[in-house]
C-alpha cells in the first residue's frame, strides 16, 4: 500500500508547481467504514477503547486508532495494519449482539495533507462550506469541485482530505494549480 | 446558492452538499397487490406540484448522507423548516407560525 502512494507522489509530483501551501500525499493508514445503530453505543466504545463519538464531525484518538463520526450511524476508522486486525477481532466478538458493518476500505481513498497558513484558503477554492467552522480536531464529509471527499482538520494550518483513488488526479491537479495560482497572487 | 439546515449534522450548509429527492409523506402501499392500474398510477406518478408550500425529500448525499424532510416554498424558494425522516408532518398552524 506505501508503495502505492509512494508510485503516484512520483508521477504526481510533476507537476511542477509549488506554492504558500505544502501538499503532499500521506502513505496509506489502515482504514475502515463503520456502520452500526448508536444505540449500542457503549459496546462498540468498548471494541474500539475509546469513546464513540456521536456527534457528526466529532473525533476521537486513542492508541493510535482515531475515528470520525461522518453521520448518525456512520464512522470512519483510522489506524495502522496491526491495529486494524485488532479492531476487526475485538468486532468479531460482539456481532452477535451488536449488527453492524466493518468494512476495510484503506485501498478506497489517498489522503493528502495540506500544510500551511494558506491551508483554508486553498481549500476554499473547491469546497463549498465555510472551512473555518471545522475547528482543529473535528472533520466532515464535503465536497471538492464536485468530488466527495472526507476532510479532517488537524490544526489550525493543517488539514488531511481523504479522496476516492480515481478523482485523485483531477483534486490534485485542481489544488496544485490553486496553490500556484495563490503563489503569484492571483 | 441555497443554504439548507440538516436535521441530522444540525447545520446550515450549501445546496451542493444536497440532492432533491421528491415530494416527501407519500407512504408506499401496504398490499399493491389491490391497487388496480388507476391507484398504483396515481401513487408512481401523480404529485401535488404544489404552487407555494411544498413538503419534500432532500438527502445530504455529500455530508451525512442521510434523507429528511423540508418544507420550502415554491415561489420564494424559502426553506420554512428541516426535520428528520420519520418525524410528522408538521400542522398548518406550526407553519404559519414559523412563517411570521
Ligand atoms: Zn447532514
Known sequence: ?186 | MLLIHCPYCDETLPEAEFVYAGEAHIARPEDPSTYDDEAWRDFLFIRTNARGRHFERWRHTHGCGRFFNAVRDTVSDRFLLTYRAGEPRPSDAELEELAK
Open chain 1, 1 to 186: 500500500m506505501m508503495t502505492n502512494a509512494a508510485t503516484l507522489q512520483d508521477c504526481l509530483a510533476a507537476t511542477g508547481l509549488s506554492g504558500p501551501v505544502e501538499l503532499r500525499l500521506l502513505p496509506e493508514p489502515a482504514r475502515m467504514a463503520l456502520r452500526a445503530d448508536p444505540a449500542h453505543g457503549n459496546a462498540l466504545s468498548g471494541a474500539l477503547r475509546l469513546e464513540l463519538p456521536t456527534k457528526i464531525g466529532d473525533r476521537a484518538n486513542n492508541d493510535g486508532l482515531e475515528v470520525l463520526c461522518l453521520g448518525p450511524d456512520e464512522w470512519v476508522v483510522h489506524t495502522d495494519g496491526e491495529g486494524m486486525a485488532a479492531v476487526q477481532a475485538a468486532f468479531a466478538e460482539i456481532y452477535g449482539e451488536v449488527p453492524h458493518s466493518l468494512v476495510d476500505i484503506s485501498d478506497r481513498d489517498i489522503a493528502i495533507e495540506l500544510r500551511g497558513a494558506a491551508a483554508e484558503t486553498l481549500l476554499s477554492t473547491g469546497c463549498p462550506i465555510d472551512l473555518s467552522r471545522i475547528r482543529p480536531g473535528h472533520g466532515k464529509r464535503t465536497l471538492f469541485d464536485s468530488v466527495q471527499v472526507v476532510l479532517l482538520r488537524d490544526g489550525e494550518d493543517l488539514f488531511r482530505m481523504e479522496v476516492w483513488r480515481s478523482f485523485l488526479p483531477h483534486v490534485w491537479g485542481l489544488l496544485n494549480t490553486a496553490n500556484r495560482e495563490l503563489e503569484v497572487g492571483l
